[in-house]
């Protein structure tokens, strides 16, 4: 026992409570990745240690070897994890092993609550080390700092609770921090050296110095990525992704790229099968791993690729950047950008050549991946290549789940059609069942399903495609329709005309409509582009689409709704009983009434009905004078 100052007690903060209570009680499948949390944190503090000595920073205990080394005591039955890493000194065991210092914690113990195996979150969320908790009943760890005049620490916990932090007075214990774990009786497997080299191998083969186990070194530290690709199994890149990911999938894409000339630069480059459910969420959880000749500069760099490429998982490591380069300065280094730029250009023309090549595959990375992609939008420098890899759904395809590109797209628009057509709405349901695309049924022209909030967006941002506009269904202008031909099938239904008397009426009740709705709306105007609803509203000229409007309002409360023009449709049944009310008495209430309801639903087919309280008590209204008109003509005459 070392001669101690007297330990001070703290508590755990709640959520760490909650944590190890989820831990202990939950996550019984994967208790084994405690191992590999414990050498991951001693591998990240050989990592930072070299850092500070590559940049020329003194140290304590220049002369040990940069290693981990694991020992089994079966008297006392522990084992202890033991680095010559930077060590910690009172303040930092006593925050860094006492706090989750992340935000977003919450949520993520409420998914590690659902899922009872731990092997993918555990390790996210600066929550490692207390996996460890899941098979010791004790854990002490002693640490001492690189920096010299610390003094060493004691931490010592049993995971109920609290723990305790004291200095040591033992000036000889070496640089580094050493873990003793007291095993649980239910977890002495751990006791035995095989299981313990299993559980390296198989999560803790790629880390960068040397893990021994007792006398004897279990990793094969090796640095795959400067390996020629003829000499690397598929096995080999597969156990490497895993370490690398700690996803239980292998990976969907493999790219290993190494360029000479004119800069050198080793890239190992996977795309996951899945998208990470996590990742909007702990947004700091994406990026590449930067090594300067194989020496770990930092983990999860965020500059190697823009964040619409965030699901990429991967290294990079050059001779041309200079050992001690510092973090900060990684942006302002031009080498740096250069290979950045190289590795974004990489994964856009793989992307690009496996859409051309195999379809299916990209159609699942689309699924997985897309929504990720789309935020590519901001991307000028590789704009063009960004747009030929959107994917959208369109009124073509079979179901929501089928997507279309672009080219796709325009390789089969209408003879005389000008632009790309698209609909946003909550689902594919609700854009194929409104009103406004019926002309476009009609025509047989194909409109895109923009369903995602950010498509329009997107689209937006674009602005065109070749030489095509988008233009949304809502803003169509009836004229540039008018010159697409109508489906062969569709044009034989030849619409009933209007008398000429009739003609002269529809005018009068249109414009006895506007006076009704006065300042709700710009006008109300004979629709050209209804077939079956009676009326929609439509957006003057380049107006903002509604769901535009509605992203704009979000963010913007001083935007006012832009008003719209109500389109009526004649050929309507509703419309034509409504004309022929008008024409006995052109100020009958039911006239008032329906237009009036006529504009609710239309906004309400956008979805953009916010008081719905006179839409419902009209609706009610009628409902009951129908019911009754039911009871006296139909239900009457079938009993006469
Ligand atoms: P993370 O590794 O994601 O930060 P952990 O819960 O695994 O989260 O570890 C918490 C913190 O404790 C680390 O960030 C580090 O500062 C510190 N720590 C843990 N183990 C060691 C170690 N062996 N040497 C030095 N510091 C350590
Ligand atoms: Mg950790």
């Not at 008008?582 to 906004?603: A, G, M, P, R, W």
Request: glycine fraction near 4%.
């Amino acid at each position: 026992m070392e001669e101690m100052h007297t330990a001070k007690k703290y508590k755990f903060k709640a959520e760490i409570n909650k944590l190890l209570d989820i831990l202990v009680h939950s996550l019984y499948t994967s208790r084994e990745i405690f191992l590999r949390e414990l050498i991951s944190n001693a591998s990240d503090a050989l990592d930072k240690l070299r850092f500070e000595t590559t940049r020329g920073t003194e140290v304590v205990n220049p002369e040990l070897p940069l290693e981990i080394r694991i020992t089994i005591n079966k008297e006392d039955k522990s084992i202890t994890v033991s680095d010559t890493g930077i060590g910690m000194n009172y303040d930092e065991i006593t925050k860094n092993l006492g706090t989750i210092a992340k935000s977003g914690t919450e949520e993520f113990l409420k998914m590690v609550a659902d899922s009872n195996d731990a092997t993918n979150i555990i390790g996210r969320f600066g929550i490692g080390f207390y996996s460890v908790f899941m098979v010791a009943k004790e854990v002490i760890v002693t640490s001492r700092s690189y920096r010299k005049d610390e003094q060493p620490v004691e931490w010592r916990s049993d995971g109920l609770g609290q723990y305790e932090v004291a200095i040591l007075d033992n000036k000889e214990l070496p640089r580094g921090t050493s873990i003793k774990v007291l095993l649980k009786d239910d977890a002495q497997e751990f006791l035995e050296q095989w299981r313990l080299e299993s559980i390296i191998k198989k999560h803790s083969n790629f880390i960068s110095f040397p893990i021994f186990v007792g006398k004897e070194k279990i990793n094969t530290v090796s640095a795959i990525w400067k390996e020629p690709k003829s000499s690397i199994t598929k096995e080999q890149y597969e156990e490497f992704y895993e370490f690398l990911s700690h996803d239980t999938e292998p990976p969907a894409d493999i790219i290993h790229k190494s360029i000479d000339a004119p800069i050198q630069f080793n890239s190992l480059l996977f795309i996951p099968k899945k998208s990470d459910e996590f990742f909007w969420l702990d947004r700091d959880n994406y990026g590449l791993d930067l090594y300067v000749r194989k020496v770990l500069i930092q983990h999860k760099n965020k500059d190697l690729l823009p964040e619409y490429l965030g699901f990429v998982k991967g290294v990079v490591d050059s001779e041309d950047l200079p050992l001690n380069i510092s973090r900060e300065t990684l942006q302002e280094n031009v080498i740096f950008n250069k290979i950045a730029t190289s590795i974004t250009s990489t994964v856009l023309l793989y992307l690009a050549d496996k859409a051309q090549n195999d379809k299916e595959g990209y159609e699942n990375f689309w699924k997985e991946h897309g929504k990720i992609f789309k935020l590519g939008y901001v991307d000028f420098g590789n704009r063009e290549k960004y747009i030929e890899l959107l994917r959208f759904n369109s009124s073509f395809c079979k179901d929501a789940n089928e997507v279309i590109s672009l080219q796709d797209y325009v390789g089969r628009m209408k003879e005389n059609q000008k632009e790309i057509y698209y609909s946003s709405g909550p689902n594919r349901e609700a854009i194929l069942s409104n009103p406004h695309i019926e002309i476009f049924k009609n025509k047989g022209i194909e409109v895109l399903c923009l369903i995602d909030p950010i498509d329009e967006l997107v689209i937006n941002s674009i602005g065109k495609y070749k030489d095509f506009s988008f233009r949304s269904i809502e803003n169509a202008d009836a004229k540039a329709l008018e010159n697409i031909k109508n489906n062969e099938r569709k044009s034989e239904e030849k619409k009933e005309e209007l008398s000429k008397d009739d003609k002269k009426h529809f005018s009068s009740l249109l414009a006895k409509m506007k006076k009704i709705l006065g300042d709700k709306v710009e006008d109300v105007v004979e629709s050209q582009r209804l077939v079956e609803s009676p009326a929609c509203l439509v957006s003057i000229n380049d107006g903002l689409t509604s769901t535009m409007e509605k992203i704009l309002r979000m963010t913007n409360k001083e935007i006012q709704p832009s008003k719209k023009r109500l389109e009526i449709n004649p050929n309507n049944k509703l419309i034509s009983n409504l004309l022929e009310v008008f024409k006995k008495d052109s100020n009958d209430e039911i006239i008032k009434e329906v237009t009036e309801q006529l504009y609710y639903i239309s906004l309400l087919n956008d979805g953009e009905l916010t008081d719905s309280h006179h839409f419902t008590s009209i609706a009610n209204k009628y409902l009951e004078k129908s019911s009754l008109w039911y009871i006296n003509y139909s239900i009457k005459e079938n009993n006469e």
